[in-house]
């Protein structure tokens, strides 16, 4: 795989890190990781549930969004209720939600290039 590059961004990423980083952007300090219905519908297929099984399972509702609900790794430390820990990495990974599948190429870290080196190894 080739670098990844965003013509609004000064940064460049490596998916190729993401094998060795063990999900770093997967797990940490508490969050919400949005997820759109026809998302949901997908993710519940591949999990072999029904959408409302899915979402009594795996979803929080934040005002009018919905959330991946997270697991409490340790002290400060959550991941995503669909990372893997002992494979170290995402367990829906085919149909993860837009903001997972976008990241680092997120707003908040356009005019950072210094938060987003520390949120992830990939970072060219």
């Known amino acids: 795989m080739e670098v990844m590059t965003h013509e609004q961004y000064n940064f460049k990423f490596n998916p190729n890190a993401c094998e060795a980083c063990g999900g770093h952007c997967c797990t ?3 969050g919400y990781i949005w997820a759109k219905y026809c998302e949901i519908e ?4 591949f999990v072999n549930l029904s959408v409302e099984d899915f979402a009594t399972m795996y979803l929080r509702k934040v005002k009018h969004r919905y959330s991946l609900i997270e697991k409490k790794l340790a002290e400060d430390n959550y991941a995503c209720i669909f990372f893997d ?9 085919p149909v993860r939600p837009l903001q997972c599948r976008t ?8 005019n950072d290039e210094e938060e987003v ?5 990939g970072i060219v």
């Open 85 to 93: 820990e002992s494979m170290k990495r995402c367990s829906i990974y």
């Open 117 to 121: 080196r520390k949120e992830c190894p």
């Open 42 to 45: 997908k993710m519940a297929e």
């Open 28 to 30: 940490g300090e508490s």
């Open 103 to 110: 990241f680092p190429f997120w707003e908040q870290f356009k």
